[in-house]
């Protein structure tokens, strides 16, 4: 296992285009995260699944996004409409959350330019 | 409001000078994390923190956990240039699923 795998690493849109990227968790990881982070700033917390039930949507997360965990393993993050204000790094993460434990592996992230 | 605020939130110091960066919450964690980033790269793990009043070291860098496991704090030693980064605290709590990410400290060590 390598550890969580996003592609694309890099996208480039036009605005009002739709654009989805993709997270392959650790395998046996129940928990997958996904973030948001712009430049210097901590990431920001956009949804949570554990296994394929998505648990917990952030307020940021607009009518625009939607996330999707079919099988409990991969999970995908669609946006449609695309504006501006979407650039950003997106970060996937995975966890096996087990006891106290709560430590996420991240990965390289996809980074979105809205232009 | 932030769950986890960190300070400073910008340090720029000279390589061999030693640097302690703080994450604290009026929240009480199952469990905290520190994470390393550089620009345009996921965040990489660096050390995990369970116990109230737990310190761990790893090489140059020593990790404490509040007793209460509200607060944390990363001590660098000797800072080199390949510590520059974004350092980031996260966590979980007792209830809820969320991980909560700290606001970040950016270091700069300058050679």
């Known amino acids: 296992d390598t550890g969580v795998s996003q592609n694309p690493r890099h996208k480039i849109t036009k605005r009002g285009q739709n654009v989805t990227f993709r997270c392959d968790p650790i395998?046996?990881?129940?928990?997958l995260y996904w973030y948001r982070q712009t430049l210097g700033q901590g990431p920001e917390f956009l949804t949570y699944f554990q296994n394929e039930a998505q648990l917990e949507k952030s307020r940021l997360l607009s009518d625009r996004f939607s996330a999707e965990r079919p099988k409990g393993s991969f999970s995908t993050l669609e946006i449609q409409r695309t504006e501006q204000g979407d650039s950003a790094m997106y970060l996937c993460a995975s966890s096996a959350h087990e006891g106290r434990n709560t430590e996420a592996f991240f990965g390289q992230g996809t980074r979105l330019t809205v232009v | 409001t932030q769950l986890l605020e960190q300070s400073p939130q910008f340090l720029s110091i000279q390589e061999g000078e030693n640097l302690t960066v703080y994450c604290n919450s009026s929240s009480v964690f199952s469990s905290l994390q520190w994470y390393r980033q550089e620009p345009g790269e996921g965040p990489v793990l660096l050390v995990t923190?369970?116990?109230?009043?737990e310190v761990k070291k790893l090489k140059r860098l020593t990790f404490q956990f509040g007793d209460a496991r509200k607060d944390s704090s990363l001590h660098i030693t000797a800072a080199q240039p390949g510590d520059t980064g974004l350092y980031l605290c996260?966590?979980?709590?007792?209830?809820?699923?969320?991980?909560?990410f700290g606001t970040g400290t950016s270091l700069t060590v300058i050679p």
């Open positions: 395998s046996e990881h129940n928990r």
């Open positions: 923190v369970v116990t109230g009043g």
């Open positions: 996260a966590g979980g709590l007792n209830t809820g699923n969320q991980f909560y």
